[in-house]
């Protein structure tokens, strides 16, 4: 597989519930722009509506549309129609919560970030998975095995974040998004996966 002209140069963005990351994750949209890719924002349920001590859901959204031109996504309606339409060639999960890598692991459909994953997965289009999960070595970690397998699912690299305070926890280097995305649609997995 790789990227096809006949697919718009447009990439689903999704947001979910790892809000420590958000600080980190959201440059790279910019960064991504910057590239020529159009994105269009999407947020887990918990992403849209809840305000923690990272920040306000609200401050979030405007965020992202302020960077995208884009209302983010937020409900299943919106997303399942983005792989049939091709109104994206990819989609990048990040950060990605173990919740979402087990739904994800499961086949289970039912938030608008699984949702979306199955859209574009229907049409042969790859996921990126940029993970941020306290229990990624762990509770989560046979949701990463499973998904390390799976054919058109890629990893943005990845390490322990705080070996010491935090021994299971797991955080992709976010920098190395859009090359992940570029890799990913050539079919290429970006190397080292393990940081």
Known sequence: MSYSADWPRTVVFAMCGSFCTFETVLPQVTRLRARGWEVLPLMSYSAATLDTRFGRAADWKRQL????????????????????????????????????LALLAQGISSTPVTLAAKSLLRGGRPVVVGVS???????????????????????????????FKKPCSLKADFTQLPDTLEAALRGVQLQPILL
């Open 65 to 100: 549309e302020d960077l995208t031109g884009h209302q983010p996504m937020e409900d299943l309606r919106q997303a399942e129609p983005l792989g049939p339409r091709r109104m994206a060639s990819a989609l990048v999960i990040a950060p990605c919560t173990g919740t979402t």
């Open 133 to 163: 999960t306290n229990d990624g070595l762990s509770g989560s970690v046979t949701a990463l095995a499973a998904l390390l397998q799976r054919k058109n699912y890629y990893f943005v690299p990845f390490g322990q974040d705080d070996s």
